[in-house]
């Protein structure tokens, strides 16, 4: 069973930055477009960056400009920047394929902007 693990989140100041990483055991990983998504509490779970295999890179109109997603391919690592953060980044924000998720959610890692 593919294992997804992120790391990187905590508490930060509006305007502040953070980096989150996500490690996956998937053999293929190279082989699929990878996402990171958010749920805020009470919201939904939403898919705010993806990147292809191809390095092409996709984001949601409410982090554009501010978050940057990339990959590893030799480590099957993704990562996403976020500069900039606003409180209504608040979330605990998950790694999986996109923009269909094909395997079990990890633990998430939790982002919380405030003053």
């Known amino acids: 069973q593919v294992q997804l693990v992120e790391s990187g989140g905590g508490l930060v100041q509006p305007g502040g930055s953070l980096r989150l990483s996500c490690v996956t055991s998937e053999n293929q990983f190279t082989k699929y477009t990878m996402g990171w998504y958010r749920q805020a509490p009470g919201k939904q779970r939403e898919l705010v960056a993806r990147?292809?295999?191809?390095?092409?890179?996709n984001y949601a109109d409410s982090v554009r400009g501010r978050f940057t997603i990339s990959r590893d391919n030799a480590k099957n690592m993704i990562f996403l920047q976020m500069n900039s953060l606003k409180p209504e980044d608040t979330a605990l924000y998950y790694c999986?394929?996109?923009?269909?998720?094909?395997?079990?959610w990890g633990q998430g890692t939790q982002v919380t902007v405030s003053s």
């Open positions: 990147i292809t295999s191809s390095y092409i890179s």
């Open positions: 999986n394929s996109a923009p269909a998720a094909v395997w079990s």
